[in-house]
């Protein structure tokens, strides 16, 4: 029940955010057909302007624009002309979530067996050399962390691509470059997950009882020590999910990554706003799935 | 996506990259360079440029007759001329294209280049109802009637701009704006779209129809969408892209290093540099204090400090190079003259002068980051000489193009790039009515030379009116200041790749590009070494987009054992890239 409440409420939120962006988004100054050189006469731009409704008060243009999304129809883009928002987003999604779903496998992958070693092994060798590569990710950005990746593995050993994508091959890097950050963090994350359940009632409990550290560690107090990592995820995912504009620009990969950041810039309304609609059901619905997961996770976590 | 990969792909013969991902193919709609390049390899139009020179020769229509009064064009379009799907391509063709671009409803930013044709901008207006009062006329199957408003030199160069391409009216009128999606899509020019995946690539494949076919030197041609300079060098780098040509694509960094490398071409171009004033926000409304701050600006400073690409430094704003002209000479750098003038104005020594602005775009890309170079450099030229404080305020691009348009600023930097080659292209800017104008500026006795220059048949009389105006331009009034005229950069081995010439449109049809040797030569070998015989194998091979690596025909791969080497030689074949791991 609760669950399908909380689907629920995604049809209004929806409302909302779509008409926050839609009346944000043409608030900016300067619009889609301002450019270094202006058609020859302002009939032209009038044309320009009552060809995508952009004459009309906004009101109308959102209804017009709400009619379509019902439809599934996100409207035309202002600067791709001969795509629609829909063809871009069918074009770029699945490049970008298969990028975030793979950067996101490696951010785990690597996050939380260190995280946990680093808590398991406080103070020694492992958790110094763990944290400060922890640090160390969360310290660099992916633009720095990309063109070191390509100078090395593409340029100097010629053992990668340098960009676009293709093969799985084309994919190493990207991943690497935008995983590494988010391993830094989810280690951390997991590392102070750890440490504070090590020292919960339970397990001390446990640990009178006569159980093995082992099985104490892995089978009691990771289970709980994983839920803030699990809580990130969600949010973490959604962002991977929709691409990044750093990575897919460096590495010169057609996801969505790129028209968040310039369909802003070229005040691409249509195509703004259809990745926010997108961008914000992704979020609710990740977070749903995230809160779920906890039910399975967390024995006292439920929800009626 | 990775799993795409279901058909395989060949590799192209030639890889350009080109700019960003175009905004649209077709040639009615797109307003950028890098599309432009594209539609010009899909869609023919009457007239196209030659490679070399970039000048009009025949394309659709084989010859055409100029009436005496230079107003009346008759072009005959070739018999052979066919779509790629095989209908013949008649005047019926040419019609309805030029008709859809003056259709408000197709919206093209470029509608305008049809006005010079009579009736035309009435038409786009809603003015005249009747399509007999425009002066585009079907004769009969092959042969065009069009009439001027007025005699026009450039004419047959406007023939080959895409907004006068012909596109396939039946395609268009069936799947409205998505029309370059449908399958097949009829092409008039010299390749076919193969493929066209947003921000990946362009395919283009040879038209065996095309009626100069015998020309067309590659099966196929790549072309990738890069915004990033430092990606596409990458690319070039490790034998991914074998031609970059993009002004936009040069790494202002290291602009000094590649200029030394035989690889690295840079020519005139016909684009200026250079900045605005409001002349309807004091002090910029006295000529004197714009024509001081002219005299002071050192442009060479300029090109060889910041931009040092081979940018030539510019006194007068339409480029040197232009066809059938010569531009006067602007006022030169004088100390002397400049504060006199300002003090004349009522600021001696800059005292009491008000606070202003200079704005400028921001951009990351290598040419844009410029902009805020030049904006620092031109501060203190003005602090130096003039004693005159200048803020610099840098503002997001659409934001500074519409505060432009409604001059909303004190002085603003500004770049012009020709549309073809004719000085009219850059005159006719800052006539009164133009929307390019942007300064506030206007002269009757500027708007009348232009229009007198373009009414004038004679070129050498037509040039001389258009330095008139030229001199008004940059010397009398000074709405403007230029600062340098462009250069453009391309890179490209000349041993690999052929089929580009050096020419100040910044011209290179797709249509001639070739490869002179096969690709793998151009790749650094993978080196595979067979740990039992102790054979190091050098592969001298390609891989396409699938990870498959290729053998180019009659390319093969050579063994070496020490320092002997045998190769051997393969027709096409293909390997599996699993096959090395």
């Known amino acids: ?304 | 996506m990775l799993t795409s990969c279901v058909q395989r792909e060949p590799p192209a013969d030639v890889t350009v990259i080109n700019g960003t991902e175009p905004e649209s193919l077709d040639p009615h709609i797109v307003t950028g360079i890098p599309e432009m390049r594209l539609t010009k390899a899909l869609f023919d139009g009457l007239v196209k440029l030659d490679p070399r020179e970039a000048r009009p020769i025949p394309a659709l229509a084989e010859r055409w007759d100029i009436s005496p009064d230079g107003r009346v064009y008759t072009f005959h379009l070739r018999t052979n001329a066919v779509w790629s799907t095989g209908e013949p391509i008649t005047t019926a063709d040419v019609v309805w294209s030029w008709f859809r671009a003056l259709n408000p409803a197709t919206a093209g930013d470029y509608a305008g280049q049809l006005f010079y044709i009579k009736g035309a901008e009435d038409w786009y207006n809603g003015k005249a109802k009747d399509p007999s009062q425009v002066g585009i006329q079907a004769l009969d199957d092959h042969t065009l009637r069009v009439e001027l408003n007025a005699p026009l030199a450039f004419f047959p160069d406007l023939c080959a701009f895409p907004t006068l391409a012909v596109v396939p009216r039946a395609v268009i009128e069936k799947h409205g704006d998505r029309w370059l999606h449908a399958q097949p899509l009829p092409t008039s020019g010299a390749f076919t779209l193969g493929a066209w995946r947003v921000n990946d690539k362009v395919r283009l494949l040879r038209n065996p129809r095309y009626w100069d076919d015998a020309d067309t030197a590659s099966e196929i041609i790549d072309v990738l969408p890069t915004g990033s300079p430092n990606t596409s060098l990458n690319l070039y780098e490790t034998g991914v892209a074998d031609v970059v040509w993009d002004k936009d694509l040069v790494p202002a960094e290291l602009i000094d290093v590649l200029k030394q490398r035989p690889d690295f071409h840079t020519f005139d171009y016909l684009g200026t540099y250079f900045y605005r004033f409001n002349v309807t926000r004091p002090p910029y409304h006295d000529a004197r204090v714009r024509l001081a701050f002219a005299m002071v600006t050192d442009k060479s400073r300029i090109t060889t400090k910041l931009t040092k690409g081979g940018e030539k430094p510019a006194t007068h704003f339409v480029p040197d190079g232009v066809a059938n002209y010569e531009a006067p000479h602007g006022p030169s750098f004088d100390l002397e003259q400049a504060r006199r003038l300002l003090a004349e104005a009522g600021y001696p020594g800059g005292k009491g002068f008000p606070r202003t602005t200079y704005t400028f775009a921001s951009g990351s890309a290598g040419g844009a980051r410029m902009h805020g170079k030049i904006a620092v450099e031109l501060q203190q030229m003005w602090r130096e000489a003039l004693g005159v404080e200048v803020e610099l305020r840098q503002i997001e691009r659409k934001i500074f193009y519409s505060s432009q348009s409604r001059l909303e600023y004190d002085i603003s930097a500004s770049s012009w790039i020709g549309d073809y080659n004719d000085a009219n292209t850059f005159l006719d800017l800052f006539t009164s009515f133009s929307g390019n104008n942007r300064t506030g500026w206007k002269h009757a006795r500027y708007d009348e030379l232009i229009r007198q220059a373009n009414l004038e048949t004679d070129l050498t009389k037509r040039a001389g009116l258009f330095r008139e105006a030229e001199l008004i331009l940059i010397t009398g009034e000074a709405p403007i200041v230029p600062l340098y005229f462009y250069a453009g950069f391309s890179y490209y081995h000349p041993e690999r790749v052929g089929g580009i010439w050096p020419n100040i449109l910044d011209e290179h049809p797709l249509q001639y590009i070739h490869r002179k040797r096969p690709k793998s030569e151009a790749r650094s070998p993978k080196k595979i070494r067979d740990v039992n015989s102790g054979l190091s194998f050098r592969l001298k091979a390609q891989s396409d987009s699938c990870g498959r690596i290729w053998l180019p025909t009659d390319f093969g791969f050579r063994i070496s054992f020490g320092s002997r080497h045998a190769e051997f030689g393969f027709n096409s074949f293909e390997l599996d890239a699993d096959t090395f791991h």
């Not at chain 1, 009619?67 to 996100?74: A, E, P």
């Not at chain 1, 763990?130 to 010629?158: D, E, H, K, N, Y």
């Open chain 1, 1 to 304: 029940m609760y669950f399908l409440r909380r689907l629920a409420t995604l049809v209004p939120l929806l409302l909302v955010i779509s008409f926050l962006a839609f009346v944000l988004v043409r608030v900016a100054p300067g619009g889609p057909f301002d450019r270094e050189r202006q058609p020859a006469s302002p009939e032209i731009k009038r044309a320009l302007e009552a060809k995508f409704h952009l004459d009309e008060p906004l009101w109308k243009q959102y209804l017009r624009y709400l009619g379509g999304l019902v439809r599934g129809d996100f409207g035309p883009s202002l600067k791709y002309r001969n795509h629609s928002v829909a063809d871009l987003i069918k074009q770029g999604l699945p490049v970008s979530m298969l990028l975030g779903m793979m950067a996101f496998g490696f951010a785990m992958g690597v996050g939380i067996p260190v995280g946990y070693f680093t808590a398991v092994r406080r103070g020694h060798w492992e958790d110094y050399s763990g944290s400060f590569f922890a640090i160390l990710m969360v310290c660099i950005p992916g633009f720095v962390i990309a063109p070191l990746l390509i100078m090395f593995f593409a340029i100097q050993w010629r053992l990668l691509p340098v960009a676009l994508w293709g093969s799985p091959l084309h994919a190493v890097l990207p991943v690497a470059a935008l995983g590494l950050y988010f391993s830094g963090r989810i280690a951390r994350l997991m590392r102070e997950g750890m440490l504070n359940t090590m020292q919960a009632e339970f397990i001390t409990a446990a640990r009178a009882k006569g159980l093995g550290e082992n099985a104490l560690m892995l089978k009691h107090a990771f289970r709980i020590a994983v839920l803030p990592v699990v809580s990130y995820s969600g949010p973490l995912l959604a962002d991977l999910l929709v691409g990044s504009f750093v990575i897919e620009t460096i590495f010169q990969i057609p996801g969505l990554g790129v028209f968040m950041v310039n369909g802003s810039l070229n005040r691409d309304y249509t195509l703004v706003v259809g990745l926010v609609v997108l961008y914000a059901t992704l979020l609710v619905v990740l977070n749903l799935i995230v809160d779920f997961a906890y039910t399975l996770l967390d024995p006292r976590v439920r929800y009626d």
